[in-house]
């Protein structure tokens, strides 16, 4: 029987703080087959873990091979020791509440093959997001600078600027003046292209940003402009592959301090990936941890840090870091399909120290909205639970624990984002 909680958290429209959503046209024209789409968000790492191999996953992700049978039977074995995996309970919840199978099996994959086509009409992708998944927006990060009104729902798909490739020192000059029309020559030229880009951008962008952590490490330095202007110019008159390391470093930290001090000024959260990497064996792990970035949250005191992904495994530094800065502010995106579990338990170790207005509660992290509805299905469920415990033992009423609820779903994101005058500025410039 539903509680007054359970429904709650069934019927409140979810905020969805982090994407990498493909637009309308491919997902219409080039979108998924059924085992793309079931198997092509996150769940992959996993496979090969298991010991799926290289093969076998080439022709599961292989659209032109209609023998979708075959394709699921050279991975079964390691989807059976997967299945019970966050990215595996992805899965599961796509094929139920999707293509309506409950036991994934080869015939059943089959015969809802067809379905892809219905689901993959003009205007299904925000029905599947909005009407079945219920969020209230999304957030989405398409690796680009340009933030424009997007035709197929001017005040759902929001984007973010993208910064990563900034705070990694790289960047093409010649796009920085399509962009701009401004040549980088220096320091100040390259401060100006940057205020260009935000001049252009900033005001239909929901958010900065960027997820350099799998580049480079987070430790950020300051960086003074003798230091800065010698590595830019290496960096302008060098082949890439002769730009050492840390000169790259040195100007990314310029560079990634700028984008801070332009998104204070344009009123802008800067989101930054921390902790687990997607994908599979290439994760140095003194790198990923938020606590590298604790000169740059004290430097930067009236910016507002969006650290993404509870940092896992590092989630135990994280909540230190949010119950010290107030300048923080953590997103549960992608971390309740890297481990449900952890992640429920993270929720409630998160408000037992820290303020619970500083908490958001989901996003993600995936490219087709058949995986956002899943990975919403499953925070839902783990909100639930881990809001439930607090309940059983004492902690809180069930009236509390709406209001907790409420909050980190969506009152937590509208109160940090501008929302509202982002979407003002997206239907003006629209027209």
Known sequence: MKTDLSHHIETTALVDTHEHLRKEPEWVNDGPDILQDLFGNYVPADLHTAGASPAAMKRLMDGSDADVAGRFEGIREAWEATQF???????????????GIDDLNADAIATAQEKTHALRQPGERRRLLCDVANLDHVQTDDFQWACLPDPSGLDFFLYDLSWAGFCNGEFDPEQIYSETDVEVTGLDTLRQAMEGIFSNYAGCAIAVKAQHAYSRTLNWTERNRSEAAAALETVLTKPEKD???????????????RGMELSIEHNLPFKIHTGYYAGNDRMPVSRIAAGN????????????????????????????????????????????????????????????????????????????????LAYSIQARNEIRRGLEAEISEGYMTEKQAIDVATRIMRANQYACFDIPGTRANIRAAAG
Request: glycine share 6%.
């Open 85 to 99: 995996t966050g990215y595996g309970e992805a899965v599961r919840l796509i094929a139920r509440h999707v293509y």
């Open 243 to 257: 730009v050492p390391v840390q000169t790259r470093l040195c100007l990314g930290d310029w560079c990634w301090a």
């Open 293 to 372: 970035m604790c000169a740059l949250f004290a430097r930067y005191p009236d910016a507002r840090f969006v650290l993404m992904h509870i940092a896992y495994p590092y989630s135990d530094e994280l909540i230190a870091l949010a119950k010290h800065y107030r300048n923080i502010w953590v997103d549960l995106c992608w971390a309740w399909s890297i481990d449900p579990y952890s992640s429920r338990d993270f929720l409630r170790r998160f408000l037992h120290a820290v303020p619970s207005n500083k908490l958001f509660a989901f996003g993600g992290d995936t490219g087709w909205p058949t995986g956002s």
